[in-house]
């Protein structure tokens, strides 16, 4: 596979297996699970394309990508008390940031459908506090028939927040498939 590998891969985290699982001080979640296990579909019908023929992956074989309609989307929920060595009271003072790395991708069509990745800060009644948004992301190294880059996001974490949600959404501009495509989500926090 000729694509570099994840610089955030290695110490703490689990070699690629993507179980949602908090490792350390981040998260990372990756298609090599082989299906949607953990992710919660809000629209349309996001999928896992294990090992397709032109659709290659940055990281091992498997990407998510936004199904066969005009829009999909779904999240994972993070608990901020379950990550470990993560203080409250530094979110509470708003000195922490969240930091993610991630693969965004698109099948090359000619006009081509494109990926999203987003936060949802909730506080402990799940109500929203805040949104953050990387845009939608036409990316341009080619890899086989894909193309693939890699995005950096980092934003505050607002005071009172309790649960993030980690949301990848998919646009289709053209065909029948939706072919924005996402894969190996990185997510740690830092403090300021
Ligand atoms: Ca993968
Ligand atoms: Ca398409």
């Known amino acids: 596979m000729p694509f570099m590998i994840d610089p955030y891969r290695g110490s703490g985290d689990d070699g690629g297996t993507g179980t ?9 979640w990756d298609a090599e699970t082989g299906d949607m296990s953990g992710w919660t579909t809000t629209a349309g019908n996001p999928r896992v394309r294990d090992n397709q023929p032109n659709r290659h992956a940055p990281q091992g074989d498997a990407i998510y990508d936004g199904g066969t309609v005009a829009f999909s989307s ?3 929920r993070i ?9 409250l009271a530094s979110i509470d003072a708003g000195t922490t940031n969240i930091d993610s790395l991630w693969w965004g991708g698109t099948f090359e069509q000619g006009g081509n459908d494109q990926p999203q990745l987003s936060f949802i800060f909730r506080d402990s009644g799940l109500s929203e506090l805040d949104t953050y948004d990387s845009g939608f992301k036409t990316p341009l190294p080619a890899v086989g028939g894909m193309r693939w880059d890699q995005y950096h996001e980092n934003t505050d974490v607002p005071a009172n927040t309790r649960y993030i949600d980690v949301v990848m959404s998919f646009q289709r501009n053209t065909g029948s498939n939706n072919d924005g495509a996402i894969d190996h989500i990185r997510i740690s926090f830092i403090e300021e």
């Open 20 to 28: 949602g699982i908090p490792v350390g001080p981040g998260y990372f």
């Open 74 to 76: 779904c999240y994972q």
């Open 79 to 87: 608990d901020l008390a379950s990550v470990p060595n993560l203080s």
